[in-house]
């Protein structure tokens, strides 16, 4: 068994290597050169050389088959980038629809893209209806799927997509034929009709990915994300290892443990995984749970490093390019961790077997945060890289609420099932629904208190990791009394933590700051004076991430617990679509808006119900202002009379001591040159250029009247062409030093006076 542990370790490593370190091009060579001394090594016949000869011959194939898999699907992606073919194929799941497309999936049938898998978007929105199983013929330009808003992006590499269709004129509606390979999806589609129906629409979004994995409403439900992602809780609503546990639990209840309990665990466990999308988290469960409940069928005892290390080769086989897949590094290094540590932290916990009801509750308790403490042993720096924090309060929550998830999901499946039972279905229902009440109170909780998140922003985490996995290897190494081998190291790792999120919070309330942050073709500006944060703006478009978010992570990593004033220019998504994700990370005091506006992106409603609900006072400026808070100034400039949304923005400029920065949203040159004749500019500082560098501001006018020395423009990935040459050029003429964010990420100034001394701009 340890030969195929060696094998699969060796193919996998090969495929890691292949995506994260070897250059494209030129993986040949190093495995020939494995492929030669692997035979070198076999041909010797030494028994204490088979198993590095063993690792060699896999490695090369796990290069080889990085290689010639790449060629065929990512290769003829890039060589029909570009192009336009017409193509024939089935609708494969049920439509994405937003506010500007429609997005599908589909199953080529004709044409130069065969029985591949692709992503087609429908600007036309005709295709908002369309069932899986439906035929379409259309005539659509090829694109590459591994970029997404000018960046690379592997996400639809994993899971098999390899082209972006763009559909051109109108889509032909063919006949809709029976596929059975679609069964799975629309039982998952009429699963979560079946939802809809049952539970109330506060549970729907959350039991819909618990089931399901279905995370589409989740990720809209801004509280609810929030909540749980801060608080350790993602992992219940990504179909993983957690839900195949709780289903094989469920069965086994009912059927005992004997081969017929198995038999059937094996089969509902691949009819939920092929229910569930079959997500790679997912397939790795089943077949590590399919191993586990094969061994009393065959009488065969089951060895986990093998099984895993099986489990991922075979995956990595069948698709290489999901090394990159975050959810697959995630589970696997979850699973990692528990074969590793969970008994030794369990033992340490638990010395002596405790009878008794009270002792049930002990070793539930110990249980479930000795396999918290050690799923975080490798999935912390894997949160840390892809999404930028990590929970810190993670196994407290998990104590709390594994039991009220597991009773939830089953409850779930029970009334859905006995839905049209009168009694027992509603009853399972509403039970259910209180249970997803308290899972929200809990994450509520552990979400909002203090220093419940590490962000990977905050100066000194990488180095509390680094410290914390030197003290690991201590504790995995030292045999000596459990004092030196994990008290101390534990209590060390704490103190640390201890002082690198303090010392987050007093190394801004000695620093004022300015900062505009990158969030990709948008706008969001902060800033710091003592306790005081101002901010101006929070939205964007053409991101993978809300500007909110960012915004907040930004925030607290700073230390800075609430937002004193927050002034929207104008209610354009890129600026302001990412307020109601900001209110649920901390609290805003006051929101400043436009009073004349025509919202034409429907954010005002969310924005004032987010309001109420945090209590958040509103201010509807059609005047000028000015608020004053500490050190922090802002004189806020409204122009009357203008005719488009633009031209009604508010603008301002923001005061730090001496240091001023002006900020006119996406104000027209004809508005700027207004503000001009109106207000006294000179004297500035700091210039956000105008709608994100356009042409049609930060006219020669304001420029010369301003008169600052730096031009910081807003901007990311954007079709408009943003920012424009004649605007740098005009920039430059007039002596402004320009930072951009695309380029530079994000401006953070120096203001304003540190231990008693003035800091550089």
């Known amino acids: 068994m340890r030969k195929l542990a060696t094998a699969a370790l060796s193919f996998s490593a090969a495929i890691f290597l292949a995506n994260y370190v070897f250059p494209t091009g030129w993986l040949i060579l190093p495995a020939v050169l494995s492929a030669v001394l692997g035979a070198i090594l076999a041909l010797l016949r030494r028994n204490w050389l088979r198993p590095a000869a063993v690792a060699l011959l896999f490695f090369a194939l796990g290069l080889t088959e990085y290689d010639v898999y790449c060629r065929c699907t990512v290769g003829e992606a890039e060589r029909l980038d570009g192009e336009t073919i017409r193509v024939t194929g089935t609708v494969i799941d049920a439509p994405d629809v937003y506010d500007d497309y429609c997005r599908l999936r589909m199953r080529v049938e004709e044409g130069e893209l065969k029985h591949r898998k692709v992503i087609v978007y429908d600007y036309d929105k005709t295709l908002t209806d ?5 035929r379409l013929a259309f005539t659509a330009r090829v694109r590459s799927a591994g970029t997404l808003y000018g960046k690379p ?3 639809y590499y994993v899971n098999g997509f390899y082209e972006k269709l763009t559909i051109r004129g109108e889509a032909e509606q063919l006949e809709k034929r029976f596929d059975l390979r679609l069964l799975p999806v ?12 049952v539970f109330p629409q506060e549970a729907r979004a959350f039991l819909k990915a618990l089931m399901l994995g279905d995370k589409q409403e989740f990720y809209q439900d801004d509280a609810l994300y929030v909540s749980m992602s801060r608080a350790g809780l993602m992992h219940v609503v990504a179909v993983s290892g957690l839900h195949i546990a709780f289903l094989v639990g469920i069965l086994l209840f009912l059927m005992g443990n004997g081969r017929a309990g198995a038999i059937s665990g094996i089969l509902v466990v691949w009819v939920f995984v092929l229910v569930t999308g079959c997500g790679k988290a997912a397939v790795r469960a089943a077949f590590m749970q399919s191993l586990l409940l094969m061994a009393p069928i065959l009488r065969r005892e089951n060895d986990p490093l093998t099984s895993l290390s099986a489990v991922l080769a075979l995956l990595l086989a069948a698709c290489p390019l999901a090394a990159k897949s975050v959810s697959l590094q995630l589970s696997f290094g979850a699973m990692a961790g528990i074969l ?10 638990m010395p002596h077997y405790r009878a008794g009801s009270f002792g049930a509750v002990l070793r539930y308790a110990a249980a479930v945060l000795s396999s918290s403490l050690s799923v975080m042993a490798f999935t912390i720096p894997l949160t840390a890289i892809h999404f930028g924090y990590v929970p810190l309060l993670s ?11 597991s009773a939830c999901f089953s409850l779930a499946w029970f009334a859905c099932l006995l839905s049209p039972v009168p009694l027992l279905g509603p009853a399972a229902a509403w039970i259910c629904t209180l249970l997803f009440r308290y899972i929200c109170l809990c994450a509520g909780l552990v979400a909002h208190a203090p220093f419940s998140v590490l962000y990977t922003q905050t100066k000194g985490s990488g180095l509390w990791i680094e410290l914390g996995y030197g003290l690991l290897a201590w504790a995995l190494l030292y045999k000596g009394e459990r004092l030196l081998r994990f008290i101390l190291p534990a209590a060390l790792s704490l103190a640390v933590l201890a002082a690198v999120l303090v010392r987050a919070d007093r190394h801004y309330q000695n620093q004022d700051t300015m900062t505009v942050l990158d969030v990709g073709q948008g ?6 004076a003592g306790d005081v944060t101002f901010m101006v703006d929070c939205g964007n478009t053409y991101h993978l991430d809300n500007a909110g978010e960012i915004a907040g992570e930004y925030l607290l990593s700073c230390g800075r617990d609430r937002v004193h004033v927050l002034m929207l220019t104008h209610l354009h998504e890129d600026h302001a679509d990412g307020v109601v994700r900001l209110m649920e990370m901390l609290p805003v005091e006051t929101l400043i808006l436009p009073a004349e506006t025509e919202d034409p992106d429907d954010q005002l409603p969310a924005l004032l119900d987010a309001a109420r609900r945090h209590g958040t006072e509103v201010v509807e400026l059609k005047a000028n202002a000015s608020v004053e808070r500490g050190r922090l100034g802002m004189d806020i400039y409204y122009v009357p009379g203008g005719r488009e949304e633009n031209e009604r923005c508010l603008m301002a400029t923001l005061h730090i001591g001496e240091t001023d920065l002006l900020i006119t949203g996406d104000s027209p040159q004809r508005v700027e040159r207004m503000l001009v004749r109106q207000e006294d500019l000179s004297g500035t500082e700091i210039l956000v250029a105008g709608h994100h560098g356009s042409r049609f501001a930060s006219s020669e006018e304001l420029l010369q009247e301003a008169g600052g020395q730096l031009a910081v423009i807003s901007v990311g990935y954007n079709t408009y062409g943003h920012p424009a040459e004649e605007t740098l050029e005009r920039l430059a003429e007039n002596g402004y030093t320009v930072l951009r964010t695309d380029q530079n990420g994000t401006v953070e100034l120096a203001i304003g006076e540190r231990h008693g001394k003035k800091e550089p701009g």
């Open 130 to 134: 369309a069932e899986p199983g439906l």
């Open 186 to 197: 629309k039982l998952r589609l009429a699963l979560c009709r079946r939802i809809d129906r």
């Open 153 to 155: 992006y592997d996400n």
């Open 340 to 349: 590793c540590f969970f008994q030794p932290i369990y033992r340490f916990l």
């Open 523 to 528: 706008q969001c500006i902060t800033a710091f």
């Open 395 to 405: 196994f407290l929550v998990n104590i709390a609420c594994l039991w009220a998830v």
